[in-house]
């Protein structure tokens, strides 16, 4: 992969002549009190992260936290007091007008909180604005429309956005920004204003578009559940500064600071963690090959009732219990032929552990992590799940 | 010791006359044609034709009953036989409306995008407004001689502040997210004023250009005093010879052309937007 985003000893200072502010920072002073003495507010104080291609990062803090200043700094509309912004090898802080003016056509687009949606433009003509800036011909309507079906819009091409409800105005938000086909998509707290169910949704469609788009995202959040789900990493933020950055797992396994601790404390783990993360390493198992004395042997050096079978590329074929190996051990039998149990409980690797436990507390049999292909991945054993959900795991 | 700003103003009118006649008579014999082939037009048109333009105008734009009472309130005045007095103030109210809108857009849009050139602006309109009309009716006569021209410049001036007032409004009030995102997909200065800025404060634009139609043809009397033809002038001439019924039915149809114009230019802008 390589390096989309790279900003570098970021500031933002607001106020008049704000250079002041750096000498005030560097004597170590917090940002009430530069407020207060010098009348500048410390939007951001050297932030620098850098954002793979193909990334999905999301920057998480409260409000005031600097994060709307940052990500408005990305594409300049907001111009930073010191630091790059570089963007495939260019500095954002440094282009003229034009080239900025370019750069926002045809690289950037964002989306944003309250939608922005032009209320005396259809759906279609929002949906084409960023085409029809660039001097796209009568082309741009179909590039247009194009986006709205990927977004799930078909048919409302002519509806005015006061005529669609909050859900399908962020849709349009996100076809509008789509369909000048971009490299980076900034999206400025795009689904806080959506009521939770919708808001659930569009988290959901949007990884599924990011699947197939596999667009560089810097997503702004004040919500830790969504920056969980949709981010491969976080960066969270506070009074303009850098707490931490790192995938989902690390925030909340290891958080960098007592304020990170705080802030991921009352997080709801199962929704957040999946099959994948508190899965167990499903050993012994035995092959196909294998009589019933190697597996009645396996179970009792592990004290384990019941042993997976797995054929080739470790495939699942399904388990055998110790009493039917036994059975066939007596009867003479050596192959495995017709002690295999077949029908056991699988999992996807991404399933939320929240609808894992109760697939966990009804089975029969272990329940298996399996991923597309049908090859094993790990088992869920309840012992694990339990110190998972207590916060005691380290996710492995 | 007292500021003798009466003989400063005395000054710079005898200033500008001796030095900037050209630009007056320029400007005076451009007025005066323009209105000319208006009111002849309006005149040449037989009313019966204008009548249905105007009343199908108000159907199309407004509704239907402002289409019916359009077309009611002209069928009395050509009853009262006032025809071409109304043609001559409605010319009068036209081409002021027009100036206004001319000028007046593009500063309400400077005053809008410069603080600097509102902070100097807002005192002037306040002066514009308020200012007695008789005040300047003077000056006008001078640098446009006797008959409409001075009226049509006295009652742009009267008229024009609304016009740059409220499309300065409507812009400033075109949600800062909206701007933001114009920016954010790259839009010129220009696009932004064309695609966004302007097209939302339409209604807002339009409210002002109602109120310089209603304020212009509240001017029609005044500029009448200077010469100008038109409803005006019957209103004078009904004062003047204490004849009350003149006077009234100048009045009546003065009262008709205003209604039926406002409700006319209300609609507009209004049509687009929708909720």
Redesign the interface.
Known sequence: MSTKIEVKGLYKIFGDNPNRGFDLLAKGLSKQEIQDKAGLAVGLDDVSFSVETGEVFVVMGLSGSGKSTLIRCL?R?IKPTKGQVIIDGEDITRLSSQAL??????K???V???F?L???RTVLENAA??L???GVGSERFDLAREALHMVGLKGWEDN?P??LSGGMQQRVGLA?ALA?DPDIL?MDEAFSALDPLIRKQMQNELLDLQERLHKTIVFITHDLDEALKLGDRILLMKDGRVQQIGTPEEILGQPANEYVRKFVEDVDRTTVLTAKDVMRNPDPVISPKDGPRVALRRMKEEGISSIFVLGKERKLMGLIKAEDAANAINEGRTGLDGLIITDVPTVQPDLSVADLIPMVATAKYPVSVVDENGRMMGIIIRGSLLATLAGKGDFQ | MRIPIGDWIEAIVEFLLANFEFFFDAVSSGLGSLAGGLEGFLKGVPYPILIIALAGLGWWLAKRSVGIMTALGLLLIVNLGLWDETMESLTLVIVATLIAIVIGLPLGILAAKKRTVQIIMKPLLDLMQTLPAFVYLIPALMFFGLGRVPGIVATVIFAMPPAIRLTALGINQV?R??I?????????PG?KLY??EL??A?PTIMAGVNQAIMLSLSMVVISAMIGAQGLGAQVLRGISRLDIGLGFESGLAVVILAMTLDRITQSLGQN????
Do not use: W
Not at chain 1, 101 to 106: A, F, G, L, T, W
Not at chain 2, 272 to 275: A, C, G, L
């Open positions: 594409n509309l003016i370019e750069v926002r056509r045809k950037i687009s964002m944003f909180q309250n922005a032009f209320p005396h604005f960023g029809e800036i660039q005015y006061g005529q509008r000048n900034l | 949600p997210e909206l933001e995102a114009a920016d954010a997909f790259g839009a010129t696009q695609k966004v097209p939302m339409l687009k937007i929708k909720d």
